[in-house]
C-alpha cells in the first residue's frame, strides 16, 4: 500500500508542478498536463482500489479528476482557453493541493 500512496505522491506533485508552470500555455503543455493528469487518476484509482474503505472525499476527488481528464484533453486538442476552462483550471490547482496535503498526512504516519 505504501508504495501506491508514493507513486500517487508523485503523479500529483508531477500535476502541481505544471499547474504551477508560468508562461504560455499551447497544446504541448496540455498534452503533458493531460498525461500527468491521466497518470495521477490511474494512481488514485488503484490507491482506491486497495483500500476497500474509501472516503467519500476521495471518490468526490477522483470523479472531479476524471471531469478534468476531459477538460485538459479538450485543451492538448486546440479548444480555446475559456473563461470557464480557466476557472476550472484553478479549481484544479487548488483540489491537487489538497490531495497532496491528505497524501501527505498519509506518507508521515506510515
Request: include cysteine; aromatic fraction near 8%.
Amino acid at each position: 500500500m505504501s508504495d501506491i500512496i508514493r507513486e500517487a505522491y508523485t503523479r500529483f506533485h508531477e500535476v502541481d508542478g505544471l499547474l504551477k508552470t508560468a508562461g504560455a500555455k499551447d497544446d504541448g503543455y496540455f498534452k503533458q498536463l493531460s498525461e500527468a493528469t491521466q497518470n495521477a487518476y490511474v494512481a488514485m484509482n488503484e490507491g482506491m482500489c486497495e483500500n476497500t474503505t474509501v472516503c467519500h472525499d476521495c471518490a468526490s476527488h477522483r470523479d472531479f479528476l476524471h471531469t478534468m481528464i476531459g477538460i485538459v484533453e479538450d485543451l492538448a486538442s486546440g479548444a480555446p482557453l475559456s473563461n470557464t476552462y480557466k476557472v476550472q483550471l484553478d479549481l484544479y490547482g487548488a483540489k491537487v493541493s489538497e490531495i497532496l496535503k491528505k497524501i501527505e498526512k498519509v506518507i508521515a504516519s506510515t
